[in-house]
């Protein structure tokens, strides 16, 4: 089961879906996902359809926000 402590986010280069820690997606930006790829968009819960119910979310992101 994820966690409720990352939020959705999305980098500028693809269609990517990255979990973005909670307490750094409630700050300015810029933002960085788990896995270490900056984001441009922050939107959303990871655990809903922007996160993982998204057509393309990022693996590393998965592994890690599970964790």
Request: contains cysteine; aromatic residues 2%.
């Amino acid at each position: 089961m994820t966690s409720p402590s990352h939020a959705a986010g999305r980098d500028q280069e693809s269609e990517l879906a990255h979990a973005v820690p909670r307490e750094a997606a409630d700050g300015p930006p810029p933002w960085v996902a788990a896995c270490g790829t900056p984001v441009a968009v922050v939107q959303g819960s990871w655990a809903g359809r922007r996160g993982l119910g998204s057509a393309h979310p990022c693996p590393e992101c998965a592994r890690l926000a599970q964790a």
